[in-house]
């Protein structure tokens, strides 16, 4: 798994004479930043970088709060028909996504909000997989803890601020992961709405530079390019990666 990494890595400081030289080496004997250069005075990579950083930010904190308050409600707020409401949240995790985006289109076409941030946000900001996560987790909070925050005075939003919030860390980092890195990723979404240079994310940009060579492909700047985009989902999961372990280590709490 970790080959291919390595190998875009260090052809993209490498000539583009010698990406192809036989026999092939992991370690180039010359190295040179050419690549990278040439990418940024070849598209504007730094405004697709914004605009997917921007993205994915905004789209994992929408997330992680929807989601937190939602599984919050079916973990401990019991009201009439919640259980069906919830089934209907856990069906539209077996909808493939390519089935929503037309009408989605069409949705975002209506409140005029194509090639605008709001359309590559707000459709992020909802997900089956984040209340699910939330609500297992809840169920598991010890009904001790919940009542000595009401001998204390909390109400019922006092306590999933104060308590439950505070204690779900591992979860909320595991979600913000899963949403920062797919948000990261996404292609087919932003590419259907948007239609501008300036609201492009970077795998929609990361497309347009690869076709924008016509019969010859510059390997060595399209890894480089592929480098820039592969970074921020690493860094962000090596911030994480102590949480995520946790949630997935955590079985339950003790009381």
């Known amino acids: 798994m970790f080959v291919p990494f390595f190998m875009m890595l260090s052809l993209s400081v490498s000539s583009n004479s010698s990406i192809f ?3 092939p080496s992991l370690i180039p004997k010359t190295w040179t930043f050419e690549n990278y250069f040439n990418v ?9 970088f914004f605009n ?9 904190i929408g997330q992680v709060l929807f989601s937190s308050f939602a599984g919050y409600a079916f973990a401990k707020l019991k009201f009439k028909g919640s259980d069906f409401v919830f089934l209907l949240i856990l069906i539209t995790m077996m909808i493939p996504p390519q089935v929503n985006i037309i009408p989605l289109f069409f949705l975002m076409r209506e409140f005029h909000l194509i090639d605008t941030y709001q359309a590559l946000i707000i459709p992020g900001f909802f997900g089956g997989f984040g209340v699910f996560m939330f609500r297992q987790f809840f169920l598991n909070l010890p009904k001790e803890l919940e ?13 999933f601020l104060r308590i439950a919030l505070p ?11 899963f949403t920062f890195i797919s948000s990261w990723n996404s292609f087919m979404w932003p590419l259907i709405v948007t239609n501008s240079d300036s609201m492009r994310t970077l795998p929609i940009g990361l497309a347009v530079f690869k076709g924008s060579f016509r019969e010859i492909t510059v390997w060595g700047d399209l890894l480089a390019c592929a480098v820039i985009c592969s970074m921020p989902t690493i860094f962000v999961f ?12 955590q079985g339950s709490l003790k009381e």
Do not use: H, R
């Open 21 to 23: 030289s036989y026999p």
């Open 40 to 48: 940024f005075s070849s598209i504007p990579i730094a405004k697709y």
């Open 52 to 60: 997917s950083l921007f993205v994915a930010v905004i789209t994992t």
């Open 147 to 159: 009542e000595a925050s009401k001998i204390d005075g909390c109400n019922i939003l006092g306590t």
């Open 167 to 177: 204690l779900a860390i591992p979860t909320i980092a595991t979600l913000a992961i």
């Open 238 to 249: 090596l911030i994480g990666k102590k949480y995520f372990i946790n949630d997935l280590l």
